[in-house]
T-cell receptor, first 114, second 111 residues
Framework: ETGVTQSPTHLIKTRGQQVTLRCSSQSGHNTVSWYQQALGQGPQFIFQ???????GRGNFPPRFSGLQFPNYSSELNVNALELDDSALYLC?????????????FGPGTRLLVL | GQQLNQSPQSMFIQEGEDVSMNCTSSSIFNTWLWYKQDPGEGPVLLIALYKAGELTSNGRLTAQFGITRKDSFLNISASIPSDVGIYFCAGDTSGTYKYIFGTGTRLKVLA
């Protein structure tokens, strides 16, 4: 039990739709990172938010966007869904942006795009 | 996106055996991390390495930061059934927490 929760656990969307995934950070954590994990692959870094500001981004197009709220919960939004967006989306919260030891992953949201 | 190469991709071992796996990169890394992921869960950090040549243990697990800074190794001694899972290495090239993950080593332990 990492104290990081994600919702929903699973969802199915169709190509072209928009989706919002949610993450509740561990208490006291001010940083959240989002990762995409395709089937059989390792997680890929999407972006990170630190104290409500985007603090770095991986190689993902602008249709992937995020928000972090004052209570440090977070959302990942994906517009114009494509079939390749089907994956497990993981969020990870940490005490500060550089601390691997305090970074805890949630169980993920599995997204299927048809 | 960029991913690190891990080997082996998968392995079956007998309970009690030692396990070795490694991770290589074409780039120099400043940090190496090793994670384990169980089905339906997110990755859990096992060991973090911050200096070339560093050797760090966590119970039956030992990991090393390669001298070239382009590789890392994880050893599991006296494997037990609960060691089953997928092991990922991850690295950071610039101290910017944009961790790049490996392709994973799937471990199955035969009792």
């Amino acid at each position: 039990e990492t104290g990081v929760t994600q919702s929903p656990t699973h969802l199915i969307k169709t190509r072209g739709q928009q989706v919002t995934l949610r993450c509740s950070s561990q208490s006291g954590h001010n940083t959240v990172s989002w990762y995409q994990q395709a089937l059989g692959q390792g997680p890929q870094f999407i972006f990170q938010y630190y104290r409500e500001e985007e603090n770095g981004r991986g190689n993902f197009p602008p249709r992937f966007s995020g928000l972090q709220f004052p209570n440090y919960s977070s959302e990942l939004n994906v517009n114009a869904l494509e079939l390749d967006d089907s994956a497990l989306y993981l969020c990870a919260s940490s005490k500060d942006s550089f601390s691997a030891e305090t970074q805890y992953f949630g169980p993920g949201t599995r997204l299927l795009v048809l | 996106g960029q991913q690190l190469n891990q080997s082996p991709q998968s392995m079956f071992i007998q309970e009690g055996e030692d396990v070795s796996m490694n991770c290589t990169s074409s780039s120099i890394f400043n940090t190496w991390l090793w994670y384990k992921q169980d089905p339906g869960e997110g990755p859990v950090l096992l060991i973090a390495l911050y200096k070339a040549g560093e050797l760090t243990s966590n119970g039956r697990l030992t990991a090393q930061f390669g001298i070239t800074r382009k590789d890392s190794f994880l050893n599991i001694s006296a494997s037990i059934p609960s060691d089953v899972g997928i092991y990922f290495c991850a690295g950071d090239t610039s101290g910017t927490y944009k961790y790049i993950f490996g392709t994973g080593t799937r471990l199955k332990v035969l009792a």
